[in-house]
C-alpha cells in the first residue's frame, strides 16, 4: 500500500480501538517503558501528549513525576518551521492547543531543554515493523528535528510508542526516515538489530 493510504488506515485502526482497549494499552506501556534497562538512570524523558488514539502517557508522566525524573513535550517551534522544540511538563503546567489540536505548553525560552538533555525520547508513531522503523504523521517534524542525532554522542535513547495493531510487515523507510533503538508496544519490545 502506498505509504499515504497505509497511514490513513493505521491512524483509523488506532482510534477505533475500545476504552477497555485503551486503557489496558496505557497500563502495559507504562510497564514496558519503565522496565527498559535505561529507564533507572534517565533523568530526563521526553513524552507526548496523546492524539488520534494514540496510547495514553499519562501513567508514565505520573510514574516519572514521583521517581523525581522530568518530563518535557515538543513544542511546534515558531521560529523553525518543521521543527520541534521540548520544554518541560509539570502536572499544573500552562498549555495551549496547536495547530494540530494537541495541548503543549506556552512556549517560555528559559524552559526549552536541549536535546543533549534528553535521555529517552518517546516519539509517536503510526506504522512500525520489526526492523524498528517508523512512520510518523506526515509532517516530518521527528525526522528533522533528529536529522544527524546518531552523530551526537549524547543522544536519546530513541524509544518508538505504539499500539501492537500498528504493526506492518515491512516498510521502505526514506533517506530521511530515523530508525528507533526500540518500539514498545501494549504486547512487546522490538530493539533495532
Ligand atoms: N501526540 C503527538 N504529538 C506530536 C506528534 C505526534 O505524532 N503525536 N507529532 C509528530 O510528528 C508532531 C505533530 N505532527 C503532526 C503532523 C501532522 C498532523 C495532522 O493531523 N495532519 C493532518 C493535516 C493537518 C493540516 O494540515 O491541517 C492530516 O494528515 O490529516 C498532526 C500532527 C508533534 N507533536
Ligand atoms: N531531515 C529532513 N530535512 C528536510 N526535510 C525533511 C527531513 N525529514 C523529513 N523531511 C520532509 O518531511 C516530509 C514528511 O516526512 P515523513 O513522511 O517521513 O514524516 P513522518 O516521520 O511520518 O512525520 P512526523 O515525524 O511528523 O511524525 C517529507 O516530505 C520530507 O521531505
Redesign the pocket.
Known sequence: MPTKGL??HL?QVRRALSEDAQTNAAIALQERISALPQWSSAQTISS?????G?ISTHLIHLLAWQQNKAIV????DPKHSGH?VFHEYFADSHMQV?????A?PLLEKNKQVTMAHIDVML????GFDQQANRM???????DRTLANIYQNKDRPLLVGVAHDAQEVTQLTPAEWDIPMDYIVTDRKVISRK
Open positions: 497511514r490513513q491512524r507526548y501528549l496523546c492524539f488520534d494514540e513535550l515538543p513544542i511546534l520541534l496547536n495547530k494540530f489540536g494537541i503543549e516519539v509517536p508513531v503510526v510518523g504523521m506526515g509532517g516530518g517534524f521527528y
